[in-house]
């Protein structure tokens, strides 16, 4: 059975740093793109960012790029979010999500999180003015 697992969430000032982490198990980790939504209060989930199964493809929402950073080691399983120069409307819980297959185009990182099967618990981020 596949699990993930975020963590490194907390409260940071405006202009901070935090670095998430996702760790998961009971599948190939190698082989699936890996991606981070959040979910701010009375606020659909939405897409932050996205890695393929390879690295070497990354995908950023608008509002975070050039600020966040995704990543992923393949031989911990785990794939990291480093968020630099956080604004408070970054304030949301973040989760970690994969699917419960490989995609056939090995380039594709979807934003629709429909396409995702397999969800961390979710960590919250706070970001105080």
């Known amino acids: 059975q596949v699990q993930v697992e975020d963590s490194g969430g907390g409260l940071v000032q405006d202009g901070g740093s935090l670095r998430l982490s996702c760790s998961t198990s009971?599948?190939?980790?190698?082989?699936?793109?890996m991606s981070w939504f959040r979910q701010a209060p009375g606020k659909e989930r939405e897409f932050v960012a996205g890695?393929?199964?390879?690295?070497?493809?990354?995908i950023y929402a608008d509002s975070v790029k050039g600020r966040f950073t995704i990543s992923r080691d393949d031989a911990k399983s785990k794939t990291f979010l480093q968020m630099n120069r956080l604004k408070p409307e970054d304030t949301a819980v973040y989760y970690c999500?994969?699917?419960?297959?490989?995609?056939?185009?090995?380039?594709?990182?979807?934003?629709?999180?429909?396409?995702?099967?397999?969800w961390g618990q979710g960590t919250p981020v706070t970001v105080s003015s």
């Open positions: 999500a994969t699917p419960s297959k490989p995609f056939t185009n090995g380039l594709f990182v979807p934003q629709d999180k429909g396409l995702y099967d397999y």
């Open positions: 890695i393929n199964w390879s690295g070497r493809t990354t």
């Open positions: 009971g599948y190939t980790f190698s082989d699936y793109v």
